[in-house]
């Protein structure tokens, strides 16, 4: 080959890689932001209010069905579900249209409500009738009814290990479902009145939040038994993990705070106050914000971790309680 033909072609492959990586840059660039949206359901209010992350404001409010009250996000954002114990129903809202799509029958007292990580699976605890409701989303349809302890309340999903964990209130213990069998594999003993619940990020340590006894209850899930047990502030709520699994919040109702644990040694290590009655609580995908919804007032707390510190108070509707997994991730 001449020279000046092969140094042409030396010449011409950064060019080209240069285009490539510049029109890439491009593509990129017109790719929509993935949306970071917290959905808080007010109950006296019958509806969810639908808060922008970066910019905390109130963007939507989404009619619901009758005193909505949990709420469950899918790994993807696309599906919110939303649990309404006085119309007996949940609805089904899309994450990207912000409407709510279907509703479904969901028993006589649905409150806590869970889903695994693409949707397609939805758990109903229902408060009167002691069971929890398989529902496929596909389908429309309750494949299975799980029986579990008295007045079942907060739940969650480890998609990892296919398990499915229970509050039984009235029976002040913790049920461990195998989701692949959908049998009962324990009923693990914890405080006074198991409401919420929290999972770490490895699946390795659960935390039952025990409303009468003001304390949390830390189980080992693979010894399936009671490990320790914290004291936190009175009648405390819910409860989440930051997502570098240092520290556990938790709404204390009757003293407006949130708990903050270190869970390296279980201590607390801060009380922060947020508004009126503190009930759901949950925290944003980067671990920077907390975001607490207080009954009493109708408003959101929303803490900086950095500092612990609360940096805006957004008025969301009357009731605002947001019972669950209520950030999409």
């Known amino acids: 080959m001449h020279a000046a033909t092969l140094w042409l072609c030396n010449k011409a492959v950064p060019v080209r890689a240069a285009f490539f990586i510049l029109l890439v840059s491009l593509l990129g660039a017109c790719q929509p932001t993935p949306r970071h949206y917290a959905y808080i359901t007010n109950q006296l209010a019958n509806t969810v209010s639908v808060i922008d992350i970066p910019s905390l404001t109130v963007i939507k409010q989404i009619d619901a069905g009758d005193a909505p009250a949990g709420v469950a996000v899918s790994g993807d954002g696309k599906l919110i579900f939303v649990s309404n114990p ?7 809202i899309d994450g990207k249209a912000l409407t709510e799509r279907y509703r479904l029958p969901a028993g006589d007292g649905p409150v806590g409500i869970a889903t695994n990580n693409d949707g397609s699976r939805v758990y109903i605890a229902d408060w009167y009738r002691h069971y929890i409701s398989v529902v496929d989303t596909d389908k429309r349809a309750v494949l299975q009814q799980i ?3 008295k007045s079942p309340a907060g739940m969650v999903v480890d998609n990892a290990a ?32 198991p409401f919420g619940l929290a999972l770490n990020k490895n699946g390795k340590r659960l935390y039952s939040v025990n409303v009468q006894d ?5 189980i080992d899930t693979g010894q399936r038994r009671l490990i320790d047990t914290i004291t936190v502030g009175e009648w405390p709520y819910c409860a989440v993990v930051s997502p570098d699994d240092k520290f556990l919040y938790v709404t204390n109702q009757d003293e407006s705070t949130v708990a903050k644990i270190a869970l390296d040694n279980n201590a607390v290590i801060a009380m922060i106050d947020v508004g009126n009655t503190p009930e759901g609580i949950d925290i944003s995908a980067d671990g920077r914000y907390l975001l607490v919804a207080n009954w009493g007032d109708g408003t959101v707390s929303v803490i900086d971790t950095t500092d612990d510190t609360l940096i805006q108070t957004v008025e969301t509707g009357q009731g605002s309680r ?8």
């Open 214 to 218: 003001n304390s949390v209850s830390v």
């Open 86 to 92: 006085d119309s007996m129903d949940i609805s089904v």
């Open 322 to 329: 947001a019972f669950g997994n209520f950030i999409t991730p």
């Open 162 to 193: 296919q398990r499915l964990y229970v509050a039984n209130r009235d029976d002040n213990n913790v049920s461990i479902i195998d989701l692949a069998t959908h049998t009962v594999l324990a009923d693990v003993p914890v405080g006074k009145a």
């Open 147 to 149: 029986t579990v302890g």
